[in-house]
């Protein structure tokens, strides 16, 4: 088997109005018209792989990596690294696998071997250690009111927490208030402000106000992660439990021996997250999977993944099918009662909704011999 072509589509999948943000919170910022790249690999056979990028990458990032596939024979490469061929006789690999568009490659090429192989990606991974998988919903930065709308679209649908967007000088202890009135103090909140509670001091003083609301779940990345010190204040300050959203080996190592997180939110490649979740595990520490509003393609990926982790027992976020027009998938992802089912068939699993790529498909080209 040989592959022969790849065809890249460029994909604009717009956000549902009010879905994310507020717009009292966030003026219309137009991220969400950040154009994505969807891969299809054709072989010399009838099997193809799936890829998805993420947001902002170039298509010119995205042709070299094609380029550097043309040719191969997806099972010579070695999955620890897609780029390189497991019979060339390197003896040293490098810890984290890079290249042009690697994540999106590396899954196209995991879909692929899957297909070829009538297995699952889960077990070219290792193999699944659950049936299915642990999810929470996902907003951004909403008012108190709009809050309690999205916590009850969430409980309608069966979720059991959420994951939130903030910043310091927004109501927060407000918005926690609501999503109790709506919800109890059983569904659980992340709050994630992406580093802008900005001192120790600040979350700390924040922190005690919203240990009294009693639904706070985690803090992740309160403040910015290269302030250890910091992480040690908030650490020794609190009650609550505090992760970090983190993708590389030496980071976790370096938060583990700080002694400044109790829970990780990972991210990585297919591989590069099995190894990111295995340094967790090795630290005694639960992680899980964060996303990025994404299109069906990654979010089936990081199915996968979480599957095959075994500390891997927190809840993802990984819905972008309920923030976005559509995904662009035949089948979209299915959550029930806070879990998706961990996938079964070859491969990803997943297939091109055709119609809906022609609706959002702002270009499309193929990169072949």
Not at 28 to 33: C, L, N, P, V, Y
Not at 277 to 297: K, M, Q, V, Y
């Amino acid at each position: 088997m040989k592959i022969t072509s790849v065809e890249i589509w460029t994909v604009v999948v717009p956000t549902i109005p009010g879905r994310v943000h507020s717009p009292e919170c966030v003026p219309e910022t137009g991220w969400d018209q950040v154009p994505k790249h969807i891969l299809r690999l054709n072989t010399d056979t009838e099997l193809i792989g799936l890829g998805e990028t993420g947001r902002g990458m170039s298509i010119e990032e995205v042709r070299e990596g094609a380029r550097l596939l043309l040719g191969k024979d997806p099972e010579a490469l070695t999955l620890q690294n897609i780029y390189s061929n497991r019979f060339d006789g390197a003896e040293t690999f490098p810890d984290i696998a890079k290249g042009p568009a690697y994540d999106a490659f590396e899954m196209a090429v995991f879909d692929l071997i899957g297909h070829a192989r009538q297995l699952p990606v889960h077990a070219l991974l290792g193999g699944a250690v659950r049936d299915r998988v642990r999810a929470d919903y996902w907003m951004g930065q909403q008012t108190p009111e709009d809050g309690k709308r999205t916590v009850e679209r969430a409980l309608e649908h069966g979720f059991k927490g959420i994951k939130i967007k903030c910043k310091i000088e927004e109501p927060m202890v407000a918005r926690l208030e609501a999503m109790r009135e709506v919800a109890g103090v059983d569904f659980k909140v992340t709050v994630d402000p992406n580093e802008r509670f900005f001192t120790a001091e600040q979350t700390i003083e924040l922190a005690h106000q919203l240990e009294a609301v009693g639904n706070v779940e985690v803090f992740e990345d309160p403040i910015p992660k290269s302030d250890l010190e910091g992480y040690i204040k908030i650490h020794e300050a609190i009650n609550l439990p505090v992760a970090m959203h983190l993708g590389q080996g030496p980071d976790i190592i370096r938060a583990v021996k700080a002694g400044v997180v109790d829970c990780l939110n990972l991210m990585g490649s297919l591989v590069g997250f099995q190894k990111n979740a295995a340094t967790a595990r090795a630290a005694g520490l639960r992680c899980w999977h964060g996303s990025g509003n994404d299109l069906g393609i990654v979010d089936t990926s990081y199915l996968h993944a979480v599957a095959a982790a075994p500390n891997c027992t927190m809840a993802s976020d990984f819905v972008g099918s309920w923030t976005r027009e559509d995904d662009l998938i035949v089948e979209p992802i299915e959550f029930v009662d806070g879990y998706a089912p961990t996938p079964m068939r070859p491969g990803l699993g997943c297939a091109l909704d055709e119609a809906a790529l022609t609706r959002y498909s702002q270009a499309h080209e193929t990169v072949s011999a």
